[in-house]
């Protein structure tokens, strides 16, 4: 059996990225569990941070601050 067949997928694929001024919106997809509080740890800056963050049906976004 190949060692492909026995990996589990990704659970938070980013599929957009659109910059902004000083922001980055991200999109993508996700596991049916994954969380609004998993985006924002993933994703938000430590120090600038982010806003936005939702998931929904297999689909999640957020804006990422960069500056």
Sequence with gaps: MS???NETPPRIVVTTRRPGYAHETLGGTCAP???VEEIRARFY???F???DAWVRDGHWGC???TD
Aim: charged letters at 20%; proline letters at 0%; a negative charge.
């Design 3 to 5: 060692h492909a067949m």
């Design 49 to 51: 941070g982010g806003r």
């Design 45 to 47: 800056d430590t120090y």
């Design 63 to 65: 804006v990422v601050h």
């Design 33 to 35: 569990d994954v969380t």
